[in-house]
């Protein structure tokens, strides 16, 4: 059983489908990729066409092992934005609103660094929660 099949979505606020959306654009933006790549099974027949040739000579000397780092356009930053809100909403889902939470975020060359807060602070409880969280996300 994976760490995402015991992980309960059933609490109020919590949706799953939105969470991953969320999780996958940031996984886009910081160079990593949602689906296996493309590989076409054939060559285009014009290989001498100007639009179907690669002239990238560069791209043979991209190191594609390592994520980049997250751009700091203003989309992104809006992305890391609601990222972090999503996620602040998601571990501040005491009934009655008594707990508030906040989320932020560092980036580094090779990896991101979340932290989150509660008011209340966090259960002994929450901490599988936490870990199977860090699995989902871990890219």
């Given amino acids: 059983m994976t760490a995402e099949e015991d992980f309960d979505w059933s609490h109020p606020g919590l949706n799953k489908q939105h ?3 969320l999780a996958n654009l940031l996984a886009l933006r910081s ?21 179907t040739r690669d002239d990238d ?19 992104l930053n809006r992305l ?17 609103g008594r707990s508030v939470a906040c989320a932020s975020m560092k980036e580094g060359e090779e990896e991101v660094t979340v932290w989150i807060t509660r008011n209340e602070g966090f259960r002994a409880s929450d901490d599988a929660f936490f870990e199977n969280l860090s699995l989902l996300l871990g890219v």
Avoid: M, Y
Wanted: charged share 35%.
């Fill in 31 to 51: 160079g990593g990729q949602v689906e296996p790549p493309f590989v076409p099974d054939e060559k285009p027949d014009n290989d001498n066409d100007e639009e």
């Fill in 19 to 21: 969470f991953i959306t």
């Fill in 80 to 96: 890391k934005r609601k990222f972090l809100d999503c996620l602040a909403e998601l571990v501040a889902n005491e009934k009655g």
């Fill in 57 to 75: 000579s560069d791209a043979s000397n991209i190191d594609t092992s390592r994520p980049c780092q997250i751009s700091d356009s203003a989309h």
